[in-house]
């Protein structure tokens, strides 16, 4: 899996979940779970990860949606 994005904006990842669930792209939030430990004040970002053969979809969706400045650099 490749990391797409990392945020703590939850309406951020709320939205992105949308994209790519009406487009078909599997992904999966990671840490969202973290924020027992932090307390539940927003400070650990989540990270939104997709199938390597998605990577290139998931990243022009949304580029396309306006986002492309949140994600994160394209490991290869």
Not at 45 to 51: C, N, Q, S
Request: proline share 3%; aromatic share 2%.
């Amino acid at each position: 899996m490749r990391e797409i994005v990392r945020t703590n904006d939850i309406v951020l990842i709320t939205a992105i979940e949308a994209l790519f669930k009406g487009a078909g792209i599997r992904h999966v939030v990671l840490d969202q779970n973290m924020s027992v430990l932090e307390g539940s004040i927003g400070m650990l970002p989540r990270r939104i990860m997709v199938d390597d053969d998605a990577a290139a979809r998931a990243r022009r969706l949304l580029t396309d949606a306006g986002l492309g400045h949140e994600l994160r650099p394209d490991g290869g």
